[in-house]
């Protein structure tokens, strides 16, 4: 079996090499030349699998270590028999991770507590439940927004945009790209939406770039009608709008599904698609897992206010992040490419908390020493 995978992939190399025969190059190097040979590609999003790159090639599977797949051509796939496998849910907990360290972040800059605000959740898929259980840990009043789970459950639960506009203090998306069908998420968030937002919330996008219109977004940002923007993703990446930059409170070049963690779930679900395509069994999968965190004993006692908003960000903040990206907008991509990947909450252990902060702690997910 010939593989060919990008070499940025982490914990991958030399775990599937007793089976198969393994290239890794960089996302420049895959070409129909390289391609043409091989059984299976492991990709990750920019990596685009198209016409152009797999024509004429022996490709039967591409795996890609990532929840998207929009930079797979899977309608040619499906015409030609390629199956293509993705990795859903897989950085689940990390984009969740993200999203709450940046509501902690902005909360201790404004002064603004977290409890009893009303965040609106655009997407309530892997991460969109994971969010939704992290902002009722924090005392979050919650709005779920999912017109396809709404289509198949019933509308009990589920509220629409125009209520969320109206209502929401924090609006978060977490929907796939999408441009057909039903639901298409392209420029969901457009001039429309956004003149209709009453209470100057808080906006993230740590999904897709797309989803937001920049240009509406950018004439929101200008007239109040959002008050602080969280952006991990942009349209047209990795050349960012400059001017939208600016008027970021946060600003991360894509990698809020970054974790150590994830990283690994997504490359044990590429080589897991692969033994069950080829039937070929990879004894050492079970080596594919993240590093222990630095400093993974979190000791409450240490600060005396806003303990568990410091917790969470002992895990990931995204203010160095921030601060790397605003120095150097054109190296957005070498900044995913070298990003040092955190671990999640359930790398840590947490001393010293209260009962109070036991429950709240303990329903994130992290381990408790002496609740």
């Given at each position: 079996?010939?593989?060919?995978?990008?070499?940025?992939?982490?914990?991958?190399?030399?775990?599937?090499?007793?089976?198969?025969?393994?290239?890794?190059?960089?996302?420049?190097?895959?070409?129909?030349?390289?391609?043409?040979?091989?059984?299976?590609?492991?990709?990750?999003?920019?990596?685009?699998?198209?016409?152009?790159?797999l024509a004429g090639s022996r490709v039967k599977l591409i795996t890609t270590a990532t929840i998207g797949f929009d930079h797979i051509d899977t309608h040619y796939c499906e015409?030609?028999?390629?199956?293509?496998?993705?990795?859903?849910?897989?950085?689940?907990?990390?984009?969740?991770?993200?999203?709450?360290?940046?509501?902690?972040?902005?909360?201790?800059?404004?002064?603004?507590?977290?409890?009893?605000?009303?965040?609106?959740?655009?997407?309530?898929?892997?991460?969109?439940?994971?969010?939704?259980?992290?902002?009722?840990?924090?005392?979050?009043?919650?709005?779920?927004?999912?017109?396809?789970?709404?289509?198949?459950?019933?509308?009990?639960?589920?509220?629409?945009?125009?209520?969320?506009?109206e209502e929401a203090d924090v609006i978060t998306l977490h929907v796939p790209f999408t441009k057909e069908g039903r639901y298409p998420t392209y420029h969901l968030v457009d001039?429309?939406?956004?003149?209709?937002?009453?209470?100057?919330?808080?906006?993230?996008?740590?999904?897709?770039?797309?989803?937001?219109?920049?240009?509406?977004?950018?004439?929101?940002?200008?007239?109040?009608?959002?008050?602080?923007?969280?952006?991990?993703?942009?349209?047209?990446?990795?050349?960012?709008?400059?001017?939208?930059?600016?008027?970021?409170?946060?600003?991360?070049?894509?990698?809020?599904?970054?974790?150590?963690?994830?990283?690994?779930?997504?490359?044990?679900?590429?080589?897991?698609?692969?033994?069950?395509?080829?039937?070929?069994?990879?004894?050492?999968?079970?080596?594919?897992?993240?590093?222990?965190?630095?400093?993974?004993?979190?000791?409450?006692?240490?600060?005396?206010?806003?303990?568990?908003?410091?917790?969470?960000?002992?895990?990931?903040?995204?203010?160095?992040?921030?601060?790397?990206?605003?120095?150097?907008?054109?190296?957005?991509?070498?900044?995913?490419?070298?990003?040092?990947?955190?671990?999640?909450?359930?790398?840590?252990?947490?001393?010293?908390?209260?009962?109070?902060?036991?429950?709240?702690?303990?329903?994130?997910?992290?381990?408790?020493?002496?609740?």
């Open positions: 079996m010939r593989i060919i995978a990008d070499d940025t992939i982490p914990y991958l190399k030399g775990i599937a090499e007793p089976v198969a025969e393994v290239t890794y190059l960089d996302s420049k190097s895959f070409t129909p030349e390289r391609v043409k040979e091989a059984d299976v590609l492991i990709v990750r999003s920019i990596d685009k699998c198209t016409p152009a790159l015409q030609t028999g390629i199956v293509w496998k993705n990795a859903p849910g897989c950085n689940a907990a990390s984009v969740a991770q993200y999203v709450l360290a940046g509501l902690v972040t902005l909360s201790l800059r404004t002064g603004v507590p977290l409890r009893g605000k009303t965040i609106g959740i655009v997407g309530v898929g892997h991460v969109g439940r994971i969010v939704e259980n992290h902002c009722q840990a924090m005392g979050m009043r919650v709005l779920r927004n999912d017109p396809p789970r709404a289509a198949v459950e019933g509308t009990d639960g589920f509220a629409s945009l125009e209520q969320i506009a001039a429309h939406l956004l003149q209709r937002l009453a209470k100057r919330p808080w906006l993230f996008n740590s999904c897709r770039g797309a989803v937001h219109d920049t240009e509406a977004l950018l004439t929101a940002k200008r007239t109040g009608k959002v008050s602080e923007l969280v952006l991990d993703c942009w349209e047209h990446e990795p050349t960012i709008s400059r001017e939208l930059l600016a008027m970021t409170t946060l600003a991360t070049p894509h990698i809020a599904g970054f974790s150590a963690d994830g990283k690994a779930n997504g490359t044990r679900a590429c080589l897991q698609a692969i033994e069950q395509c080829f039937d070929v069994h990879f004894e050492r999968l079970p080596q594919v897992q993240p590093p222990a965190p630095q400093d993974p004993l979190i000791d409450l006692d240490q600060w005396t206010t806003h303990r568990i908003e410091q917790a969470i960000l002992h895990t990931f903040s995204p203010e160095r992040v921030d601060r790397t990206l605003r120095a150097d907008p054109d190296g957005f991509e070498w900044q995913r490419n070298h990003y040092a990947h955190p671990r999640e909450f359930s790398a840590y252990q947490v001393r010293h908390a209260t009962v109070e902060e036991a429950n709240c702690l303990h329903q994130l997910g992290f381990n408790l020493l002496d609740a």
